[in-house]
């Protein structure tokens, strides 16, 4: 049994064409997009810079476009984005290399936990398609796991 997706708008603070804006942050794994959600102080830019340790690439930090309009989505650089990523307590720290754009192919909740130790399989829907998001609030740990996931998949239950 798979609950409902949740619909994007959930995340979206502004529209231009099929271009939604998302206050998130964005990393890219093997080229593949990873999409970090949450409220300000969540952890979004601690995530990222932990899987940018392993090898992620910085898409986005603090805000990063999403164009629904194919599929796959698309992750996009703001065209003013800065190689900086916030790392709380010490500042704006030097990304390194970054990526302009990767198609979406995982989200990251931060504001919900999971509910299970083997969680119900979550999306979000974009239009006909869906991605599946993962409820992660208050999860530590998750960098190596997401990884992981993103280059070898997840098994089916």
Same mark, same amino acid.
């Given at each position: 049994?798979?609950?409902?997706?949740?619909?994007?708008?959930?995340?979206?603070?502004?529209?231009?064409?099929?271009?939604?804006? @998302?206050? =998130?942050?964005?990393?890219?794994? %093997? +080229?593949?997009? !990873?999409?970090?959600? &949450?409220? /300000?102080?969540?952890?979004?830019?601690?995530?990222?810079?932990?899987?940018?340790? @392993?090898? =992620?690439?910085?898409?986005?930090? %603090? +805000?990063?476009? !999403?164009?629904?309009? &194919?599929? /796959?989505?698309?992750?996009?650089?703001?065209?003013?984005?800065?190689?900086?990523?916030?790392?709380?307590?010490?500042?704006?720290?030097?990304?390194?290399?970054?990526?302009?754009?990767?198609?979406?192919?995982?989200?990251?909740?931060?504001?919900?936990?999971?509910?299970?130790?083997?969680?119900?399989?979550?999306?979000?829907?974009?239009?006909?398609?869906?991605?599946?998001?993962?409820?992660?609030?208050?999860?530590?740990?998750?960098?190596?796991?997401?990884?992981?996931?993103?280059?070898?998949?997840?098994?089916?239950?």
């Amino acid at each position: 049994m798979h609950p409902e997706p949740d619909p994007i708008a959930r995340w979206v603070t502004a529209r231009k064409g099929t271009a939604l804006w @998302l206050n =998130a942050t964005a990393v890219a794994v %093997d +080229g593949q997009g !990873l999409l970090l959600l &949450g409220a /300000p102080g969540t952890g979004k830019s601690t995530l990222a810079i932990a899987m940018m340790a @392993l090898g =992620a690439v910085l898409i986005s930090d %603090d +805000g990063v476009w !999403l164009q629904s309009g &194919g599929t /796959p989505a698309i992750l996009e650089r703001p065209e003013q984005a800065r190689d900086l990523i916030e790392a709380r307590g010490i500042g704006l720290i030097r990304s390194g290399p970054t990526i302009a754009r990767a198609p979406l192919v995982l989200a990251v909740d931060l504001d919900r936990p999971a509910t299970a130790r083997l969680p119900l399989r979550h999306t979000i829907a974009l239009g006909d398609s869906t991605v599946p998001l993962i409820h992660a609030a208050g999860e530590h740990g998750l960098a190596p796991a997401l990884l992981l996931m993103m280059r070898q998949g997840r098994a089916e239950p």
